[in-house]
DNA sequence: TCTATGATCCCCT
DNA sequence: GGGGATCATAGAT
């Protein structure tokens, strides 16, 4: 499987890179212990100007790793319970990002399993942000991890999406946003039982 | 220092 | 479909 090139993280429209990553996989093996999914669910953060956006207050301690080149990991604690990974975009001053919000699992589903303290692999195993970061074990620690590296990438294995399954909708949980809540950021793909919250 | 709050999930009814 | 878990961050004191 092919990992996407540094230059796919680096372009300016985030829009359409977490449109793209629809089909892509999702891929950790910290410590040789292999995980991965096929991305079905993201959601685009675009920078200052994107009040939803962690960044809309600009440069702190938390949101600083965005201001980097992309193609490094954003992993931030939510709740006080949940990791969430995100895929910094864009180059170095813009902090751009894409929130994995879903993925279909793929290798190491009896990792998955223990990590999350399930019994059985459902679809709900790796639906919504926080399970995604639970299952794949990212930790805030990882914040700034490189995505073109042996631990941590996204794989390109060929897979076609359909352009007609592909669904658009606003993002969820930034009510607190205003009027940005209303952008249609957030990708799917239609049908699929491991996408969270509406997915028709 | 102190306090409010969230890019969520699970369990209960 | 409603509320509590649980804590780092940010902005206020």
């Known amino acids: 499987m092919k990992k996407l090139p540094l230059s796919f993280f680096l372009r300016d429209d985030v829009v359409?890179?977490?449109?793209?990553?629809?089909?892509?996989?999702?891929?950790t093996a910290w410590n040789g212990i292999v995980t991965s999914g096929?991305?079905?669910?993201?959601?685009?953060?675009?920078?200052?100007?994107?009040n939803a956006s962690h960044a809309s207050r600009g440069k702190?301690?938390?949101?600083?790793v965005m201001y980097n080149d992309g193609g490094i990991a954003y992993?931030?604690?939510?709740?006080?319970i949940h990791q969430?990974?995100?895929?910094?975009?864009?180059?170095?001053?813009?902090?751009h990002a894409v929130l994995i919000r879903a993925v279909v699992p793929m290798q190491g589903i009896d990792v998955m399993l223990e990590r999350t303290g399930k019994k059985v692999a459902d679809a709900t195993l790796t639906r919504g942000p926080g399970k995604?970061?639970?299952?794949?074990?990212?930790h805030t620690s990882q914040c700034g991890q490189m995505l073109t590296g042996n631990e941590t990438y996204i794989g390109d294995d060929g897979f076609p999406v359909d352009e007609?399954?592909?669904?658009?909708?606003s993002r969820i949980g930034v009510a607190y946003a205003g009027d940005h809540a209303l952008w249609d950021y957030r990708f799917y793909v239609r049908g699929n039982s491991s996408v969270s919250g509406s997915r028709s």
């Open 16 to 27: 359409l890179i977490a449109r793209e990553l629809l089909g892509k996989v999702l891929v």
């Open 38 to 50: 096929r991305i079905v669910e993201t959601e685009a953060y675009a920078g200052e100007s994107d």
């Open 60 to 64: 702190t301690k938390r949101t600083e």
């Open 75 to 80: 992993v931030y604690l939510c709740y006080g």
């Open 84 to 95: 969430m990974f995100n895929i910094v975009t864009n180059v170095k001053g813009i902090p």
């Open 132 to 138: 995604v970061g639970k299952a794949f074990g990212f």
């Open 164 to 169: 007609n399954d592909i669904a658009v909708s």
